[in-house]
Structure formats: structure tokens, C-alpha cells
């Protein structure tokens, strides 16, 4: 007799996993942030308020996109907030000196590409190096830079329409917000359904294994961190564009808030693991729970209790989905 075997490679759907998902979770502590703001201030449900104060904290979003790349390939950039400042200050400089606006933003944005370029570079050129201490160094490096051409000074006078990036609106939403969307909607796809995303992924999961599978693994993380400089470039175009002026000391913290919100979005900083969903969650929490505990003059220490106590949840959640699962197995089977 002879017998016959199909292999399928369709997974079954799982209500129970399907939902304890931390992008479930993180959307339920959206909710009910939303419904302890509204009973702390009358003011806080108001559609134009929600909408206008995402012009607040959108500007470092930018950041977000590209750093889950990054620490789904299990490495770090703490060098952001730096080159924000490094491209800033040379496209205030530059304007100042002279060069019309338009070039000085493509000035901007090449700036911080080739900031991200030379992350990507060292640690591709010495592999022995630790991507933290390679940022850390760059950080220091770039913020100087900024240091030593501005010294304590700020660049302002910008042309009036270059206001329109960090204040103007896109029909009924601010133009932050819309291009927020659109560059999370491209980075989105990106990641999870192209070639290059799935090799992010390989990479996070086990680098040498990536590699002599004929991932171009050197390619991919150069191109990583140089798209992490370019999105700081843009973040420096939208945070000038709404202070006026430009400083050396602009963006200091940048890069922690933005490595939490990816840590708080689930992804996963052994790397491998996440998504591009649960990262702008994250910056929507963050970002309404700042505005709506600022409504009641909540103080930045307590925010940050707060904001490390989501971060501890994030980390410890896959933990406790491995023991609820294992609980209701063994409780199924018995």
C-alpha cells in the first residue's frame, strides 16, 4: 500500500498566542492611558489638542523608524541625538554663510547620512569593536564638532517657509504627522516584506550563520546605520524648523528616548525579534502620556519612573507569555 504525505507550511491560527502578542498589550496601555488622562484634565479629549500636540514629540519619531533596524540586527545607536545636533548646526552655519535654504537642508540630511556612514563603517572595517562603544565614541565626537563650530551661539533667521515643516498642516493633520506616517508606512514595508528586511532579521537572529548563508551582512549594516544618520537629518530639518534657531545642545537624550520607545514597542535588543506596529505604538504612548501628564503639571521625574516601569513590562513580557502558555498547557492537559 502506498501512503502518501503532504507537507504544508501554513500555521495554524492560534487565538490564545494570536493575543498575547505585546502589540495587543501595549495597545490596551494605549487605552487605558487614554482614559486616565481624560479623567485628570477635562481639556485632554479635545480631537485638535491630541492632533497638535503630536507636533511635541514627532520630531525625534523620525529616529524610531531606523533604530528598530538596528536593534533588530541586536545592535545599538547612541550617537543620534549628537548628529541631530552635528547637522543642525552645519546647515544653520551654512545658510548663515550664505547658501540658499533648499541646499542647506540637502546639506542637513547628507550630514547626518554620512554621520551613519561612518558608524556603519567602523563597525564593519573593525568587527571587534562593540557597536555601544563605537556610538558612544561618535557621539562624543560629532557633539563636539558642534561644539567647536558654535560654540554657546544659536543660528536663526530662516526663511519664513521653512516654518511650514514644523508648524504648518497637511489638509486637517499637521505636515509632521503626515510625513511621519508616510515614512513609517515605507520603513514598514521595508522591513517586513522585502529581501532587505528579511535579512535584518537573519542578521539579528545569528550573524555568522547570515553571513555564510550569503547574506551580504557588511552591505546590510552599513546601509542600516547610514539610513539611521539620513532620519536624523530629517529629525534636525523638523526640530529646527519649529524652535526657529539651532544650537550645539540641541537633542541631548534623543537617543534614550528613542532606544525606549523601540524597547517598549517589543522589540527585542538580543535582536531578531520585532515589529515596525509596536514601535509607533510606543511613540504615541510615550508621547500622550508626556502630554496628558503635563496637563496636570505632573514633573519630568515622575514621567520617568513611569516610562521605566513600561520599559521593565516590555522586557519581562515575553517571560510571563512563556508561563501563562506553559500554565494553560498543563492546565488543558491535566
Excluded at 521653512?162 to 508606512?185: N, R, S, T
Aim: hydrophobic share 55%.
Amino acid at each position: 500500500m502506498q501512503v502518501t504525505r503532504t507537507l504544508s507550511a501554513d500555521k495554524k491560527f492560534n487565538a490564545r498566542s494570536f493575543f498575547l502578542q505585546w502589540e495587543w498589550i501595549l495597545l490596551l496601555v494605549f487605552l487605558i492611558i487614554q482614559v486616565v488622562n481624560s479623567n485628570l484634565s477635562p481639556y485632554y479629549l479635545n480631537f485638535e489638542n491630541l492632533v497638535d500636540t503630536t507636533m511635541t514629540f514627532l520630531d525625534k519619531a523620525f529616529i524610531v523608524l531606523p533604530m528598530v533596524f538596528i536593534i533588530v540586527m541586536g545592535e545599538i545607536d547612541i550617537s543620534v541625538g549628537s548628529t541631530v545636533a552635528l547637522s543642525a548646526v552645519l546647515m544653520g552655519m551654512a545658510n548663515r554663510a550664505g547658501l540658499p535654504m533648499p541646499l542647506a537642508m540637502c546639506l542637513c540630511l547628507a550630514v547626518g547620512a554620512v554621520c551613519g556612514l561612518v558608524n556603519g563603517l567602523l563597525l564593519t572595517r573593525f568587527k571587534e569593536l562593540a557597536p555601544m562603544i563605537v556610538t558612544l565614541s561618535t557621539m562624543i565626537i560629532f557633539r563636539g564638532i558642534a561644539l567647536i563650530l558654535l560654540e554657546d551661539q544659536a543660528v536663526g533667521k530662516f526663511p519664513t517657509w521653512f516654518e511650514y515643516l514644523g508648524w504648518e498642516y497637511f489638509g486637517p493633520i499637521p505636515f509632521m504627522l503626515f510625513a511621519f506616517l508616510v515614512c513609517a508606512l515605507i520603513f514598514g514595508i521595508v522591513l517586513h516584506k522585502t529581501m532587505f528586511g528579511r535579512h535584518v532579521y537573519a542578521i539579528g537572529c545569528n550573524r555568522t550563520a547570515s553571513f555564510f548563508s550569503g547574506v551580504p551582512v557588511d552591505k546590510v549594516r552599513i546601509t542600516v546605520y547610514a539610513l539611521t544618520g539620513l532620519m536624523a537629518g530629517v529629525t534636525a530639518l523638523f526640530l529646527t524648523s519649529r524652535m526657529g534657531s539651532t544650537r550645539p545642545n540641541v537633542a541631548q537624550g534623543y537617543e534614550l528616548d528613542v532606544i525606549a520607545m523601540v524597547v517598549l514597542g517589543g522589540v527585542s535588543t538580543a535582536g531578531g525579534k520585532g515589529r515596525m506596529i509596536g514601535a509607533m505604538l510606543a511613540v504615541f504612548t510615550v508621547g500622550f502620556l508626556r502630554y496628558g501628564l503635563g496637563l496636570r503639571n505632573v514633573s519630568a521625574q515622575v514621567l520617568m519612573i513611569i516610562i521605566g516601569l513600561l520599559l521593565i513590562i516590555a522586557v519581562m513580557i515575553p517571560n510571563l507569555r512563556v508561563m501563562v502558555a506553559g500554565y494553560l498547557d498543563r492546565k488543558k492537559s491535566a
